[in-house]
Nanobody, 120 residues
Framework: QVQLVGSGGGLVQAGGSLRLSCAAS????????MGWYRQALGKQRELVAS???????RYADSVKGRFTISRDNAGNTVYLQMNNLKPEDTAVYYC??????????????WGQGTQVTVSS
């Protein structure tokens, strides 16, 4: 079993910054890709940013140039640096991990979600 623990959300004024972290732990696994999704009230969950084990990144058009995703050397912790935040970035942010588990099966895990609120 793998656990994802996210942190770093909060309340910030427009133009401010926040940094989200997500650490994967548990039984032996190999990360394929980790990322952050968000879900605003009344909207569908959407991809914000992702990073593969080979450091290939992907961003939603709405956050390009403002958000940066990165990971630690071990590859089990991913960070999302969010700059120049806008009220429309307000949402619950969920960490996601796509990985090979101990049995060799590909699995998809989600963190518990962390609230990001940007005031105007």
């Amino acid at each position: 079993q793998v656990q994802l623990v996210g942190s770093g959300g909060g309340l910030v004024q427009a133009g401010g910054s926040l940094r989200l972290s997500c650490a994967a732990s548990g039984s032996a696994f190999s990360i394929i890709r980790m990322g952050w999704y968000r879900q605003a009230l009344g909207k569908q969950r959407e991809l914000v940013a992702s990073i593969t084990s080979r450091d290939s990144t992907r961003y939603a058009d709405s956050v390009k140039g403002r958000f940066t995703i990165s990971r630690d050397n071990a590859g089990n912790t991913v960070y999302l640096q969010m700059n120049n935040l806008k009220p429309e970035d307000t949402a619950v942010y969920y960490c996601n991990a796509d990985l090979w588990d101990l049995s060799g099966s590909r699995q998809d895990y989600w963190g518990q979600g962390t609230q990001v609120t940007v005031s105007s």
